[in-house]
């Protein structure tokens, strides 16, 4: 009961900043409705954004467009709270718990949280490619989700044409998601060398490559970014890096660097944030890490320029439409497939769980608080 | 290295470098480093014998390069080696006034590329472009020209009736591609009177208009689509941030803008010899930072690629063409600038294959 006045004065502080940002961002916030106001403040006063995110599963508020409430959110993200509040943030807002960082343990336990939630779930709204990453649409604005298998395939094959990756390229790929990457290069011909974390991907990743005629050439382990060895022709990672943890990204590069043979090709698919938010957040606990990536932290371009060594960049392309666009179409798929998720076990409030992170996700490409990026790197010549 | 001074004495062994004359040294006591020796070379009192570009390369990797003092102190007891400061040789650009003016950039432009048409044409592929080419394994400079202007306008997204902009059109390799590749009308806009006119003669009976203008002072936009290639760099460190703001302007919402730009990532700026003898006043500097400075235009930044290894490419092949009608250049040009283009060409292939310089297509959004 000591907490009362305390709960008390955050909700109160919550309700004021609420009304503030909402008369400011008045139009672009039609169709937000509160059910339970004393609740959603509450929520928001306690726990900032992560409270935020909770009352949406809680059921608190409703949106007709949530990706367009979220996406007015995402656009007025730095100018939500007030300058002045800003620099408490670090001291306001929850730290990223100890049990959640990228150590090798950590990472064991935090792979399997989102990767091992069930295959099925995943091939419910993803594609038959299963391919969990930004697709690369012939145009962006106006694709359908009969579309997104091909151009998951135009995404991976621009990635490893940019890692020169033919017959006979020593292919190593970090983050095997269910294989499609894999299957592809070993088609090429290359040799594949494929590491996972999550058992569950592992094992469907062999399945769909024996099917797929390419057990041959594409080898699935479940092993540790810092635990390869051997060098590679071609190194690839697709939208890996997120789960690495800040303190590790140097490490990171640093394996990269080590693993490249002489004259060897990296292609990268990463998210980013702009650098001021990234330095603003480092550290700080989001109902994304949360609920839906522990351990996850995006790195901003100028981050990954700095970690880099001998590395260097000489090829980087945005997908950020194409991002929201293939997040648009998974929601909508999601939807309807909804009853047959139910069916896996997955209640009302994880479906709300994920609908709110992929209308969060799609919201901060459109809005550009997110991007992701194709890189192409090399050793540097100097 | 081996050095062979005026009366034929020789000094070391390797390539040969040849010193006609004491002014050759007072040329590099007056000015020691990059511009020393450009002087010399220039004016002929130093020469490089075998091919230039490999003695240049042995040159930086050379001590000559940095020279012992005692060395130095032997060298200036030699009667003629002291004396007052050499005459910068004619080749070299004397402009005046405050940086980036409207009339100091006209000034920095003519001195480059108002030389001689024909001189260009010599050097040149038929497209007429002198800027980095795309070069596929076997392709000739022609076939990597057009490889290059057609990754241009697919960067574009070019449409059949789109107009399209191009700041610096240079000789209008690119407005005269893409108005008959792909159908667009075609603004061209440089500050040398003698492309204009070769620019516009080319581009008759094709929708494209060519604009002896500055870019600050075009003024019929938006655009459906902005192109500006290898001309970013003569716009300088101050006046870059007004030409970012430019392109911006010039575009619509929702289109797109593609700047080829040459970055130098270490010691921003042109270099000396670069920014006396080839383009005065020009400025480069890492890419981040150029990126950096589209984006606070309010443009969006959407691929970024290196093409540094095409340069070295692109310049072998114009130093080929080159070599093969050195007599019609001199006739052309003169002997004094004929010696700044060799020693132009293989210094820029240097720097592009050592890495010191690198050259890059960036593709940019208008929100």
């Known amino acids: ?382 | 290295m081996a050095i062979q001074f005026w009366d034929g004495s020789r000094h070391g062994d390797g390539p040969l470098v040849e010193l006609r004359g004491p002014i050759a040294l007072r040329h590099l006591l007056w000015s020691p480093g990059e511009l020393g020796l450009a002087r010399a070379y220039v004016t002929g009192s130093l020469d490089f014998h075998g091919d230039l570009t490999d003695a240049l390369r042995q040159v930086r990797a050379s001590a000559a390069f940095h020279p012992d003092p005692r060395a130095v102190f032997a060298l200036i007891r030699v009667p003629g080696v002291l004396g007052p400061r050499p005459a910068a040789p004619a080749a070299e650009a004397r402009l005046s006034g405050r940086l980036h003016t409207r009339r100091r950039d006209r000034a920095a432009i003519a001195h480059h590329y108002d030389l001689s048409n024909a001189f260009y044409q010599l050097i040149l592929d038929e497209s007429m472009a002198y800027s980095c080419a795309f070069f596929e394994s076997g392709d000739s400079l022609e076939r990597a020209q057009r490889r290059k202007l057609d990754r241009i306008c697919d960067r574009l997204g070019l449409r059949p009736g789109m107009r399209l902009l191009d700041v610096g059109c240079g000789w209008g390799s690119l407005a005269v591609h893409a108005a008959s590749e792909r159908g667009v009308a075609v603004v061209g806009v440089t500050l040398s009177r003698r492309q204009r006119s070769f620019a516009g003669e080319r581009a008759a009976g094709l929708p494209v208009e060519i604009r002896l203008r500055d870019y600050r002072d075009i003024d019929d936009g938006p655009y459906d689509a902005v192109a500006s290639i290898e001309m970013g760099e003569h716009v300088g460190q101050s006046g870059y941030p007004g030409y970012a703001a430019s392109l911006h302007r010039l575009l619509r919402p929702g289109g797109r803008a593609l700047v080829q730009q040459m970055s130098r990532d270490r010691r921003p700026g042109g270099g000396p010899f670069i920014e006396r003898y080839i383009a005065p006043d020009m400025h480069m500097r890492p890419l981040e930072q150029t990126v950096g400075m589209l984006e606070a235009a309010g443009l969006v930044v959407e691929h970024t690629e290196s093409l540094g290894h095409h340069y070295v490419r692109t310049v072998r092949a114009w130093q080929e063409r080159f070599d093969a009608r050195l007599d019609e250049a001199r006739a052309l040009i003169g002997a004094e600038r004929t010696r700044v283009w060799l020693l132009y060409l293989a210094g820029g292939l240097l720097t592009f294959e050592q890495g010191r310089m690198d050259v890059h297509q960036i593709a940019l959004r208008r929100p």
Not at chain 1, 39 to 47: E, L, M, T
Not at chain 1, 156 to 172: K, N, S
Not at chain 1, 197 to 218: C, D, F, P, V
Request: with cysteine.
């Open chain 1, 1 to 382: 009961m000591n907490n009362a006045p305390r709960t008390w004065l955050r909700a109160y502080l919550a309700r004021q900043l609420f009304l503030r940002v909402t008369r400011r961002m008045k139009p672009s916030l039609a169709g937000l409705r509160l059910r339970r106001p004393g609740d959603f403040f509450r929520r928001v006063g306690a726990d900032g954004l992560i409270g935020f995110g909770e009352s949406y599963t809680a059921g608190d508020w409703e949106a007709d467009d949530l990706v367009g409430v979220l996406t007015a959110f995402a656009a007025e993200v730095d100018r939500l709270v007030p300058p002045g509040l800003q620099r408490l943030r670090r001291l306001a807002l929850p730290r990223v718990p100890a049990s959640d960082l990228g150590t090798r343990k950590g990472a064991r336990r935090n792979v399997p949280r989102h990767y091992d939630l069930s295959n099925d779930l995943f091939a419910a709204f993803l594609d038959r490619s299963m391919t969990y990453s930004a697709a690369q649409f012939p145009d962006p604005r106006t694709a359908t989700w009969a579309d997104l298998a091909t151009a998951q395939h135009r995404k991976i094959d621009r990635l490893l044409t940019q890692a020169r990756v033919g017959p006979g390229t020593r292919l190593l790929e970090i983050g095997s998601g269910w294989g499609e990457l894999a299957i592809r290069a070993a088609r090429r011909g290359a040799e594949v060398v494929s590491i996972t974390l999550s058992k569950e991907q592992a094992e469907l990743a062999r399945e769909r490559a024996q099917r797929a005629g390419a057990s041959g050439k594409a080898e699935f382990r479940l092993c540790d970014y810092r635990e390869v060895e051997g060098d590679y022709d071609a190194i690839v990672s697709v939208e890996m890096i997120e789960a690495v943890g800040a303190p590790y990204w140097r490490e990171y590069f640093a394996v990269l660097n080590r693993r490249l043979a002489p004259g060897g090709r990296i292609a990268l698919q990463t998210i980013t944030m702009p650098h001021e938010r990234m330095l603003a957040t480092l550290g700080t606990h989001t109902w994304v890490q949360k609920h839906i990536f522990p351990g996850g932290m995006l790195p901003s371009l100028s981050a990954i320029e700095g970690l880099l060594g001998p590395l260097r960049i000489v090829d980087r392309l945005s997908l950020r439409e194409h991002y929201a666009r293939t997040l648009l179409l998974w929601r909508e798929r999601y939807a309807q497939q909804r009853e047959a998720i139910s069916g896996l076990g997955f209640d009302e409030t994880f479906h709300r769980m994920w609908t709110l992170y992929l209308a969060y996700s799609e919201a901060g490409f459109r809005a550009g608080y997110l991007d992701v990026w194709q890189l192409t790197m090399e050793r540097g010549r100097r």
